[in-house]
C-alpha cells in the first residue's frame, strides 16, 4: 500500500493528501468528503441503516439527492408523483423510498417533477456541487467523472454511503498513481469517447486496479468541460479508481455562473480561483505508471465484444480467439463472438443494428447532443431500425437543447426525444434491448445483458451513433459530408455554453414531499429490514471452494440489475450469477459450476482470472454471495470498490500474487477439496491442515474483521478530529460550506447549517479500537 508521499506531488496526491482527518499506522485513512451525490438504487439500505442506529446525516449541506436509475423517460407532462408516474413495483418502492428519506433527513433532492433531475453525474457538474479539489463521492462506480474538475471522485458501496452519510468521511487507503498522457491533435471524426475507448483497448479493463489516473497532455487541455466528463466517466472500466484532470480556465469558464459554485468576480471566487490554480501536478512528481499516446494514433473507435476493452477502429474486423496469446483471452473472445452473435473476421461497418441509444452519463451532456444533431441534420435515420432514442443527462440539458431546436432535428429525423434519466444504459427501467437486438450506444459498459438479457452492445461515440443511426449498421462518420464540422476541434468551439442554469423552483419538489401526510399514505414507505449495526467477526473458515478461471467477472455478471430495484439487503441468493445459473425457462443450468456438487456448499470463492468483481459499485453482489453462503474470496486481483463492498460485510477478500500458491488453491477448488483459511495465523491451509501459503490485509481491517466492528460506530469515536477539520475547512475553502436548497419555500441556493456534531454510539463498540 503507497505511503505518504515525500517531495514532489501528483494532483491526486495534493487532494488526497488535503483531506486526511486521520491516519493509522497501517495507513488507514479517515478522509473527509465533501460532497456526496446519492441516488434511489445504492441508498435504501443506508439510509435504513441510519434510521435502526438513531443517526442523523452529518452535513444535508453536502449532499445532493436525484432519481434516475429506475425512472421511466416517457413524458412527464402529466406528472403528480413518482406513486403514479413509475408503473414497475420494485421500482416505484424504490423511488418511493428515496422520497422517505430525502423527507425523513431533510436533504436536497431533484426528483421528477423538478427540471433540474437528470442522471446524478449530471447534475452535480451542472449545479456547481462539482468543484476542483474536492472528494466527491457516491453510491455509482461512475463517479469518477466528476473528476474531469480536477476533484478526486470515486464510487463506494451502499455500506460506505451509510458510513458517509453519518459521519462525512470514508475509511480508505492511498492508491498508486498513473498517468495517461494524450499529446498532439485529434484528428477529424475523433472525440473524446474514442479517446477513452482508445485508452482501455491499451490498458485493458484491469489495468487501472488500484490506482487513480491523472489525464493530461495536450489532447486533453483541448477538450471542452464535456469531453474531459466523458473521459474521466470511463475510468472505472479501465479498473481505475479515480481518474483526474488538472482544473484550467476551461473549468473555471464552466464554473462560473454554476449555483452551487462561489459567485464570479466575488472576493470568494477569486480565493477559489487561486486556490484551484494551485492544483496540479508538481515537476518531477512520480507516477508508478505512465502512458504515452500519440493522439493522430486515435481512430473512431467502436467495440465488438461484451468488456469495454474488446475495441477496434471502426476500419478494423471482428477478431479471431487466434489473436490472442494467452488461454484466457481465447476464451474470452470465443465467448464474445457467441454472445455477440459475429464472425471472427467480419468487417465492424458490415454489423447490422437494431437499435440506437444517444444517453447515459458518458455522453448526454448539450455538447454530444449538438454533436449528434449536426449529423442527422435533414436526414432521416435507416429503415431497418426499431428504435433510436435520445436521451438527455438533465432537464436542463432537456431544455436547453429543445431552446436550440435540437429536439425537432432528431424527431424529423425518426428519433424519440425522451426525459432524463439513466434509460437504457443499463435497463432498470422500461428502456431496454430484448434478446439478440443489437445497439450501438454512447453508454459506458457493454457486458452481457447490460441494456437487457441477451441485449448486444456496441459502445461508440456521440457522432459514431448518430452515423450508424443513418446507416442502420455502424458506420465511419468520416463518410459523411460536412462531419468535420460536427465535432468541437478546441475548447474554443461553443461547447461552453452553459445549459440554462434556472433556479426559479428550487424547493418546488422537497415541498411537495414534505407537505404529504404522515400517515402512510401517498408516497410515504416505511422499510422494516434489520440494521446493518455490527458483522459477525470472521476468524477461521473451511470449507469447499468455487473456482473460477475467467478474467474480469464483473459485478453485472454477479448480480444482474433487475435485483438492484430491492430496498433490502437479504433474499438475494436466486439473483447470484443469475444468466449463468438459470436457464431461460427458469430451470437450473446444470453445467454451471455453482450449481455442480459440491459446489453448491462452496463457502470461499478462488479466481484464478484476475479482476474479479469489477465494473459497477453493486453492494448487491456481495450480499448476494453472502446470502448463498461465499463469506471469503481468494484471487488474483478485485475490482477496488467490490473488494471494499466484501470488507464492509464481514467478507474477506484475500489477494495473492504468487502464482503457484494461488494455482495451487485452484486446484485443490476444482478436485473438491476443502480449503481453510485461517484470519488470525494469516494463513491458507489445504483440507489436510498443511499450510499453503500466508496471506497480506490491512491491520485495520484484519483487526475490523476478527472483531465484527462496525466501522461507523468507529469513526464517531473521531468526532472531534472530524469537527476540527470541517472548522479548518470553513476557514480555508468557505466556498464548501453550506450550499444548498434545502429550505422551504426560498428560492435558489441558500447557505444551510451542518447537523450538529453526532454523539459517539459507544454501545457498537465491542472493544477500544485502535489508536484514534
Ligand atoms: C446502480 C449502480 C450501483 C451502478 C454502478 O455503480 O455503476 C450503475 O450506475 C451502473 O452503471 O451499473
Ligand atoms: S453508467 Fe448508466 S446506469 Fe450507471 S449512472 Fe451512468 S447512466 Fe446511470
Not at 444551510?752 to 484514534?772: S, Y
Request: glycine share 10%; with cysteine; net charge negative.
Amino acid at each position: 500500500m503507497p505511503g505518504a508521499v515525500k517531495g514532489p506531488q501528483t494532483l491526486y496526491d495534493k487532494v488526497f493528501e488535503s483531506h486526511i482527518v486521520n491516519e493509522q499506522d497501517d495507513g488507514t485513512i479517515l478522509l473527509y468528503i465533501d460532497r456526496h451525490l446519492v441516488h434511489e438504487v445504492t441508498s435504501p439500505q443506508a439510509f435504513e441503516g441510519l434510521t435502526n442506529a438513531g443517526r442523523k446525516v452529518r452535513r444535508p449541506d453536502c449532499t445532493l439527492v436525484t432519481t434516475d436509475h429506475n425512472v421511466p423517460t416517457s413524458p412527464r407532462k402529466n406528472f403528480k408523483g413518482v406513486s403514479d408516474f413509475v408503473k414497475e413495483e420494485d421500482s416505484r418502492i424504490q423511488c418511493e423510498t428515496l422520497e422517505q428519506n430525502v423527507k425523513d433527513f431533510k436533504l436536497t433532492y431533484f426528483g421528477l417533477g423538478d427540471k433540474r433531475q437528470g442522471i446524478v453525474h449530471i447534475i452535480g457538474p451542472e449545479q456547481g456541487f462539482t468543484l476542483p479539489g474536492t472528494t466527491v463521492v457516491c453510491g455509482d462506480s461512475h463517479t469518477s467523472t466528476h473528476g474531469a474538475f480536477g476533484a478526486l471522485a470515486f464510487g463506494i458501496g451502499t455500506s460506505e454511503v451509510e458510513h458517509v452519510l453519518a459521519t462525512q468521511t470514508l475509511l480508505t487507503n492511498r492508491s498508486k498513481n498513473m498517468r495517461v498522457q494524450v499529446d498532439g491533435q485529434l484528428a477529424p471524426g475523433v472525440s473524446s469517447k474514442d479517446i477513452i475507448l482508445h485508452v482501455i483497448g491499451k490498458i485493458g479493463t484491469a489495468g487501472g486496479t488500484g490506482h487513480v489516473i491523472e489525464y493530461c497532455g495536450s489532447a486533453i487541455r483541448d477538450l471542452s468541460m464535456e469531453a474531459r466528463m466523458s473521459i474521466c466517466n470511463m475510468s472505472i472500466e479501465g479498473g481505475a479508481r479515480a481518474g483526474l484532470v488538472a482544473p484550467d480556465e476551461t473549468t473555471f469558464e464552466y464554473l462560473k455562473g454554476r449555483p452551487l459554485a462561489p459567485k464570479p468576480d466575488s472576493a470568494e471566487w477569486r480565493k477559489a480561483v487561486k486556490y484551484w490554480e494551485s492544483l496540479r501536478t508538481d515537476d518531477d512528481a512520480k507516477f508508478d505508471v505512465e502512458i504515452f499516446i500519440d493522439a493522430k494514433d486515435i481512430e473512431p473507435t467502436v467495440s465488438w465484444g461484451t468488456s469495454p476493452q474488446d475495441v477496434v477502429p471502426i476500419t478494423g474486423v471482428v477478431p479471431s480467439p487466434d489473436d490472442f496469446k494467452d488461454k484466457n483471452g481465447k476464451e474470452a473472445c470465443e465467448r464474445a463472438l457467441k454472445y455477440m452473435g459475429l464472425t471472427a473476421g467480419m468487417k465492424m461497418t458490415d454489423i447490422e443494428l437494431d437499435k440506437i441509444f444517444i444517453g447515459s452519463c458518458t455522453n448526454s451532456r448539450i455538447e454530444d447532443l449538438r454533436i449528434a444533431a449536426h449529423i442527422v441534420k435533414g436526414k432521416k435515420i435507416a429503415p431497418n431500425l426499431k428504435e433510436a432514442m435520445i436521451v438527455p443527462g438533465s432537464g436542463l440539458i432537456k431544455k436547453q437543447a429543445e431552446a436550440e431546436g435540437l429536439d425537432k432535428i432528431f424527431t424529423d429525423a425518426g428519433f424519440q426525444w425522451r426525459e432524463a434519466g439513466c434509460s437504457m444504459c443499463l435497463g432498470m427501467n422500461p428502456d431496454m434491448l430484448s434478446p439478440k437486438e443489437r445497439c450501438a450506444s454512447t453508454s459506458n459498459r457493454n457486458f452481457e445483458g447490460r441494456q437487457g438479457a441477451g441485449g448486444r452492445t456496441h459502445l461508440v461515440s456521440p457522432a459514431m451513433a448518430a452515423a450508424a443511426a443513418l446507416a442502420g449498421k455502424l458506420a465511419d462518420v468520416r463518410k459523411l459530408d460536412d462531419y468535420e464540422q460536427a465535432l468541437p476541434k478546441s475548447k474554443s468551439a461553443p461547447s461552453h455554453i452553459k445549459p440554462e442554469v434556472d433556479e426559479s423552483d428550487s424547493d418546488v419538489d422537497l415541498d411537495k414531499i414534505l407537505d404529504q401526510p404522515e400517515d402512510g399514505t401517498g408516497n410515504t414507505v416505511k422499510t422494516g429490514a434489520p440494521s446493518t449495526g455490527g458483522i459477525a467477526p470472521f476468524t477461521q473458515l473451511k470449507g469447499i471452494a468455487v473456482p473460477f478461471d475467467r478474467n474480469n467477472i464483473d459485478t453485472d455478471a454477479i448480480i444482474p440489475k433487475q435485483f438492484l430495484k430491492t430496498i433490502k439487503k437479504a433474499g438475494l441468493e436466486k439473483g447470484l450469477f443469475y444468466a449463468w445459473r438459470w436457464n431461460e425457462d427458469g430451470s437450473k443450468n446444470d453445467s454451471f459450476i455453482l450449481n455442480k456438487e459440491p459446489y453448491t456448499k462452496a463457502k470461499i470463492v478462488v479466481s484464478y482470472g484476475e479482476n474479479f468483481g469489477c465494473g459497477s459499485s453493486r453492494e448487491h453482489a456481495p450480499w448476494a454471495l453472502l446470502d448463498f453462503g461465499i463469506k471469503c474470496l481468494i484471487g488474483k486481483s478485485f475490482g477496488d470498490i467490490f473488494r471494499n463492498n466484501t470488507f464492509k460485510n464481514g467478507m474477506l477478500p484475500i489477494v495473492i500474487e504468487d502464482d503457484k500458491a494461488l494455482r495451487q488453491i485452484y486446484d485443490d477448488a476444482v478436485a473438491g477439496k476443502e480449503i481453510e483459511v485461517d484470519l488470525e495465523q494469516n494463513s491458507i491451509k489445504d483440507a489436510d491442515g498443511k499450510e499453503i501459503t500466508k496471506f497480506e490485509i490491512d491491520s485495520f481491517r484484519r483487526h475490523c474483521l476478527i472483531n465484527g466492528l462496525d466501522d461507523i460506530g468507529l469513526t464517531m469515536e473521531n468526532g472531534d478530529k472530524i469537527a476540527k477539520f470541517e472548522k479548518k475547512r470553513s476557514e480555508e475553502t468557505p466556498w464548501l460550506d453550506g450550499s444548498g436548497y434545502l429550505s422551504r419555500h426560498r428560492t435558489g441556493a441558500v447557505k444551510v447549517e451542518a447537523a450538529p456534531v453526532p454523539k459517539t454510539n459507544r454501545g457498537e463498540v465491542k472493544e477500544e479500537p485502535l489508536q484514534w
